[in-house]
Antibody, heavy 117, light 114 residues
Framework: EVQLVQSGAEVKKPGESLRISCKAS????????IGWVRQMPGKGLEWMGI????????KYSPSFQGQVTISADKSTSTAYLRWSSLTASDTAMYFC??????????WGQGTRVTVSS | DIVMTQSPDSLAVSLGERATINCKSS????????????LSWFQQKPGQPPRVLIY???TRESGVPDRFSGSGSGTDFTLTINNLQAEDVAVYYC??????????FGQGTKVEIK
């Protein structure tokens, strides 16, 4: 059974750094693109970027290029989303998702990030 | 990037009636070699991740009630919910994966009970 288990909710202050994680199991982690999707409060789904763990090829949405860093650790089958300096506008739910024949075949449960002074 | 535009943004339908959601892509998402439209539909309820209902534009995911159906090809697609039930209240998104790994989503359509 494929599972994507995301790290827990975070409350941070503006200017702080943060890395959230998505641990995958039940499939060959290196062989499938895994992406991140943002959902701001009351808003829709926004694709942020995606990584192919096999060779670390990474693509970013123009809206998020330079704002976040996506990485993956094949040894632990874990994908990461990192911010170096958070702002209030980063307050959102973040989902990891695995690409497949259905587009997005599997979703993580989401990680809520709150940035507030 | 391929832009996905849904209509309407919201709709209210009586229980047992039909809901129709449209999705238009800015370019064709018909994959010529497979002859499949690389479009899926998701349902999202509050506090939950999205759930795939339809993929390849018209293939129903296992376990999805048959009152959900998808149609269309090229640039114009439709999700139809027949015999609307209370548990169908949710936001519905279309998603193109023709340009994978660069995904795009429609802006979402909120379905409520009239």
């Amino acid at each position: 059974e494929v599972q994507l288990v995301q790290s827990g909710a975070e409350v941070k202050k503006p200017g702080e750094s943060l890395r959230i994680s998505c641990k995958a199991s039940g499939y060959r982690f290196s062989s499938y693109w895994i992406g991140w999707v943002r959902q701001m409060p009351g808003k829709g789904l926004e694709w942020m970027g995606i990584i192919y763990p096999g060779d670390s090829d990474t693509k970013y949405s123009p809206s998020f290029q330079g704002q976040v860093t996506i990485s993956a650790d094949k040894s632990t089958s874990t994908a990461y989303l990192r911010w170096s300096s958070l702002t209030a506008s980063d307050t959102a739910m973040y989902f990891c998702a695995v690409a497949g024949s259905k587009g997005v075949d599997y979703w993580g449960q989401g990680t809520r990030v709150t940035v507030s002074s | 990037d391929i832009v996905m535009t849904q209509s309407p943004d919201s709709l209210a339908v009586s229980l047992g009636e039909r809901a129709t959601i449209n999705c238009k892509s800015s370019q064709s998402i018909l994959h010529s070699s497979s002859n499949k439209n690389l479009l899926s539909w998701f349902q999202q309820k509050p506090g939950q991740p999205p759930r795939v209902l339809i993929y390849w534009a018209s293939t129903r995911e296992s376990g999805v009630p048959d009152r959900f159906s998808g149609s269309g090809s090229g640039t114009d697609f439709t999700l139809t919910i027949n015999n609307l039930q209370a548990e169908d209240v949710a936001v519905y998104y279309c998603h193109q994966y023709y340009s994978t790994p660069r995904w795009t989503f429609g802006q979402g359509t909120k379905v409520e009970i009239k």
